[in-house]
């Protein structure tokens, strides 16, 4: 079955310091979402990619999915207190309405 | 307020009782999903619903049955309880179309500890 895979599984850094989370497939994906848990929370819709090689940014979020759509990063740049939390990949499954979810990668903010 | 709501927030459960979590939703979405999260794991798809009427398997399906009777509900159920689904359960929708799911909107979650 498909595998969605996030390294690393946790991350410390202290503010100010830049962040990235990487997720791997073991299938080709059609797109991929990103989505931001809060400590306690549930997850939100961060973003989407769907084509190849394509680059999405918000404000300091910077968003990859690559060449071969198996992969894709998210990168925080200057990263901040409320940056904290869990960051989720997610793929769709061979029908296109299953979504699998990446093990997760969890970011702690030092001040 | 639209979204997804689910009952209850928590629960203490013994192991053989049988429970329902439910989850409503009030966006219309066409698909719906459970998913469990587990420190470590990740959160990962139990069952899924493409549209009332119809139940598809995830990742991890034993021991748990849902229903779609209509498009607003998709109730989850542990027939017999264990300790292993000591977990956060959250619920999830998204309006699909023929290419494919989009944007997912979760619930606050539902912690269930089996005892």
């Known amino acids: 079955g498909q595998q969605v895979m996030q390294i690393p599984q946790y991350q410390h850094v202290q503010e100010g310091e830049d962040f990235t989370t990487y997720c791997n497939s073991s299938?080709?994906?059609?797109?991929i979402q990103w989505y931001k848990q809060r400590p306690g929370g549930h997850p939100v819709f961060l973003i989407q990619l769907v084509k190849s090689g394509e680059v999405k940014k918000q404000k300091r979020l910077t968003f990859q999915f690559g060449e071969a759509k198996k992969n894709s990063s998210l990168h925080i740049t200057a990263t901040q207190t409320t940056d904290v939390g869990t960051y989720f990949c997610a793929g769709p499954g061979e029908t296109g309405n299953q979504f699998y979810f990446g093990t997760g990668t969890s970011l702690t903010v030092i001040p | 307020i639209a979204g997804i709501t689910q009952a209850p927030t928590s629960q203490i459960l013994a192991a053989g009782r049988r429970m329902t979590l439910r989850c409503t939703q009030d966006?219309?979405?066409?698909?719906m999903y459970w998913y469990r999260q587990d420190l470590g794991l990740g959160l990962r798809l139990i069952h899924y619903?493409?549209?009332?009427?119809?139940?598809g398997k995830g990742e991890v399906p034993d021991g748990y049955s849902v229903s779609r009777a209509n498009t607003d509900d998709f109730p989850l159920t542990l027939a017999s309880a264990v300790p292993s689904q000591t977990s956060v359960y959250f619920c999830?929708?998204?309006?699909?179309?023929?290419?494919?799911?989009?944007?997912?909107?979760f619930g606050a979650g539902s912690r269930l500890t089996v005892l």
């Open positions: 966006m219309r979405h066409n698909a």
């Open positions: 619903s493409n549209t009332a009427g119809t139940t």
């Open positions: 299938t080709t994906l059609s797109n």
């Open positions: 999830a929708s998204s309006w699909t179309s023929g290419t494919g799911a989009n944007v997912l909107t």
